[in-house]
Structures are given as C-alpha cells and as structure tokens.
C-alpha cells in the first residue's frame, strides 16, 4: 500500500545551519508528495509540493525535490532561523486529484540562538 | 490562518460513550476530509466527503461516521468509544481533486477515560 517513511526526530540545530529531513515514500501509483509544517500552537500547513518526477518544491527558503528513482523528497534548507522550529511532515497523495493523504510520522525541528 | 474551524477545542468522554465533532470549512470548499492524530504520530486519513456522500474511506471501523451539510459544514461521529480513540481529530478542507488546496483546522483534542 502507500506509505511515507520520515527521517526520526528530534532535530536540533543552531540558527543559520543546513537542514535536511529524509523522506522515502512507498505507492502504487504517481502519487504527489508534499510537506507540511505545524507550527506550535497552530494547524498543519502546506509547505510545499512537487507533483511529478524531477519537479521540485520550494517556499520560504525550504526545498524539495521529487526523486522517483529513489523515492525520495527529502526537505531542505540552507540556513535554518529560530522561527522555523515547528514539526515538519512530509505527505502523498496517491494518486493526481485524491484529496486523501498519507502521512509520515513527523519530525520536530528545534532551531537555537 | 485558513478559514477551517473546529469545535470543539478539547473534549473528554469515558469509554463506551458517543462523541460529535464539527468542522467548518474553508468558504468555496466542496470536500471536508478527517485525520485521526495520535500523539507523536501523523495524521490518518478516516474518510472524505463531497457533495455530502463519503467517497473515501481509510482504515477505520464503522462506528467511525459523518456528514457533510449543503453549506459544507461537517460532522465526525463516533461511536462505543474506545480509549484508542484518544486523539488530536483534525479536518481539511479542500476543493474536489486539489489536494494542495488543502486547508486544515487546528484539531479538536479528544481524551477518552
């Protein structure tokens, strides 16, 4: 069936470091894969989405690329700032069009001065 | 901050009891999907509503039920709750065939003794 398998948590990082958050995905069909972020306090957001092989996602400085021959889109950004700590999940949609999502575990993100 | 409500905020029931949870969707969005969130974990996809008919279902038993009203409001029914069924229950938004337009509530927290 479809799966997304997310890289363990927590993370702890200082401010301006590099992040990256593994993802793989398992799916039958040409799924759409994205990210989520919830910051504390609040309700999951859309981060950002790739639709099709070799597309790749990017809002706010976070970046993911969708990698069919390693299943994979994993997150990143190049310099991290205190107020992206929040919890990130990665997500597909199995098949184009299906609003139903499956979604990772979800790793938690703590960035430091 | 999206136009998803949910209520209501926390709610805490005993086991074996009914509980009714409501959505109010993003303003010009046809399908309402639910999430069960358990702690630590991502969301799990119950079920999706369009046109006030489910047409999706996750792995969740029957006693898991909705509706969904011409205003597209919606409602999560569930029933002989279990203490499993403690969760973060979360519902999204979304226009029919764009899962990207997906726009979550914050979640009604639910605790069953």
């Known amino acids: 069936g479809d799966s997304v398998t997310q890289m363990e948590g927590p993370v702890t990082l200082s401010e301006e470091a590099f992040l990256t958050i593994n993802c793989t995905y398992t799916a039958t069909g040409y799924p759409s894969l994205f990210w989520y972020v919830q910051y504390p306090g609040e309700g999951l957001q859309l981060l950002l989405k790739?639709?099709?092989?070799?597309d790749k996602g990017s809002n706010k400085g976070f970046e993911a690329t969708y990698r069919k021959e390693t299943t994979s889109f994993h997150l990143e950004k190049g310099s991290v700032q205190v107020s992206d700590s929040a919890v990130y999940f990665c997500?597909?949609?199995?098949?184009?069009?299906?609003?139903?999502?499956?979604f990772g575990t979800g790793t938690r993100l703590t960035v430091i001065p | 901050e999206t136009g998803v409500t949910q209520s209501p905020t926390h709610l805490i029931k005993t086991r074996g009891q009914q509980v009714t949870l409501r959505c109010s969707s993003q303003s010009g969005h046809n399908t309402v999907s639910w999430y069960q969130q358990a702690l630590g974990q991502g969301p799990q996809f119950i079920f999706q509503y369009y046109r006030e008919e489910e047409n999706g279902r996750g792995n969740f038993p029957p006693r898991f039920s909705g509706l969904q009203f011409p205003n597209y409001s919606s409602e999560l029914n569930v029933n002989a709750l279990e203490l499993d069924d403690s969760a973060l229950y979360l519902c999204?938004?979304?226009?029919?065939?764009?899962?990207?337009?997906?726009?979550f509530g914050p979640g009604t927290r639910l605790t069953v003794l």
């Open positions: 997500a597909l949609s199995p098949t184009p069009g299906a609003n139903n999502l499956f």
């Open positions: 790739a639709t099709k092989a070799d």
């Open positions: 999204a938004s979304s226009l029919q065939g764009s899962p990207d337009t997906q726009y």
